[in-house]
């Protein structure tokens, strides 16, 4: 089936590192991903859909030039974190989907993110 | 999209049937109706997607009465490995529609 892989599954930096996390379809292309993010204990947390070829689309609330979304093939998208901070460890997971318009999201294992 | 409600929580015990129900009353014509599960420090995982009456397939059930207004997950004869977080989501059946996630229900099934 459809797999979506995303690296690295873990990350601990210090304040002010950039960090970039990739997610790749393995098996299809996927001209659409999301970028989600997940506090402890709570619900996921759209925070942008990643175009290839185009510019991400943000949520409301999600500062563009902190969060860069590069989706520069049909199979890898990267979210990079500039400058990162201890409120912006979590964990963050990206999805993908098949080309076929009825095949539901498949999303990556997530990447935990800890900025002491 | 439409807005979904689901028990926060749900006990059950190894064996038993669970059946989760979530609320979506403002459910569109064209919208359908899926649902995932997440372990703890995984993506969700898709478990199964249906627009109306029944669907099955080899790991639960999904009911939707005719108004469309809740759905039903049925989980059959549960096990340890099935305590995780199940989320109910709402929407178009479309190719790149961006999905909105509830707080989900955290199921715990004890031995």
């Known amino acids: 089936g459809a797999v979506v892989s995303q690296h690295p599954s873990r990350v601990i930096c210090k304040s002010g590192t950039s960090v970039k996390i990739e997610c790749r379809s393995l098996?299809?292309?996927?001209?659409?991903m999301f970028w989600y993010r997940q506090f402890p204990k709570q619900s996921l947390m759209l925070m942008a859909t990643s175009n290839e070829g185009s510019k991400a689309t943000y949520e409301q609330g999600v500062e563009k030039d902190k969060f860069l979304i590069n989706h520069a093939s049909l199979t890898l998208s990267t979210l990079t974190v500039t400058s990162a901070h201890p409120e912006d460890s979590s964990f963050y997971i990206c999805?993908?989907?098949?080309?076929?318009?009825?095949?539901?999201?498949?999303f990556g294992d997530g990447t935990r993110l800890s900025i002491l | 999209l439409a807005k979904t409600t689901q028990p926060i929580s749900m006990d059950s015990y190894e064996g038993q049937e669970v059946n989760i129900t979530c609320s979506h009353n403002?459910?569109?014509?064209?919208?359908?109706i899926t649902w995932y599960q997440q372990f703890p420090s995984q993506g969700p995982r898709f478990i199964i997607q249906g627009y109306k009456t029944k669907v099955t397939n080899e790991v639960a059930s999904l009911f939707i009465p005719a108004d469309r207004k809740s759905s039903t997950l049925s989980l059959p004869r549960v096990s340890l490995s099935d305590t995780a977080v199940y989320y109910c989501?709402?929407?178009?059946?479309?190719?790149?529609?961006?999905?909105?996630f509830g707080t989900g229900t955290r199921l715990l099934v004890s031995p």
């Open positions: 999805s993908a989907r098949d080309g076929d318009t009825y095949q539901p999201q498949h």
């Open positions: 098996d299809f292309q996927a001209t659409t």
């Open positions: 989501l709402v929407g178009v059946r479309t190719g790149f529609q961006k999905l909105v």
């Open positions: 403002n459910i569109a014509t064209n919208d359908y």
